[in-house]
C-alpha cells in the first residue's frame, strides 16, 4: 500500500524554526515527485515546494523562497521541510504528496499521487 505520513509540526514562536519529516512506504520513492503543502482554516489548499525527484528539480511558492528548505533523503524515503524564519501567516495544515508523474511548471506531483493526513505547524507568540 503506497502511503506517505508526515511528522514534525508544532507551535513555534514567530522567528523560529521547524523541520517537518514525511517518509514513504509501499513504492519506489526515488523515481516519485513529492511536495509539500499547506492549508489554513478558510483559505484554499496552496502549493509550498516540491522536488520532482528523478532530474533533480525543485520548485517554491515565492513567500517561501529563502526561508523554506525541500531536501529529500531516497535512502531513508523521507522529504523535510526545514522551515526558518517562520510568521503567524505560516500557520497551516501541512500536507506532504506524491505522484509518479508531476506537473511540469512547478514540480509538483500531479493529480494522480496521494496524500497524508498532515500535520499541524502554528506560528504564535
Known amino acids: 500500500q503506497k502511503q506517505v505520513v508526515e511528522s514534525g509540526g508544532g507551535l513555534v514562536q514567530p522567528g523560529g524554526s521547524l523541520r517537518l519529516s514525511c517518509t514513504a512506504s509501499g513504492f519506489t520513492f526515488e523515481y516519485y515527485a513529492v511536495g509539500w503543502f499547506r492549508q489554513a482554516p478558510g483559505k484554499e489548499r496552496e502549493r509550498v515546494s516540491c522536488d520532482a525527484g528523478t532530474n533533480g528539480k525543485t520548485w517554491y511558492a515565492d513567500s517561501m523562497k529563502g526561508r523554506f528548505t525541500i531536501a529529500r533523503d531516497n535512502t531513508k524515503t523521507t522529504v523535510h521541510l526545514e522551515m526558518n524564519s517562520l510568521k503567524p501567516e505560516d500557520t497551516a495544515l501541512y500536507y506532504c504528496?506524491?505522484?509518479?508523474?508531476?506537473?511540469?511548471?512547478?514540480?509538483?506531483?500531479?493529480?494522480?499521487?496521494?496524500w497524508g493526513q498532515g500535520t499541524q505547524v502554528t506560528v504564535s507568540s
Open positions: 504528496a506524491a505522484a509518479q508523474t508531476y506537473y511540469s511548471e512547478d514540480y509538483c506531483p500531479d493529480d494522480s499521487g496521494f
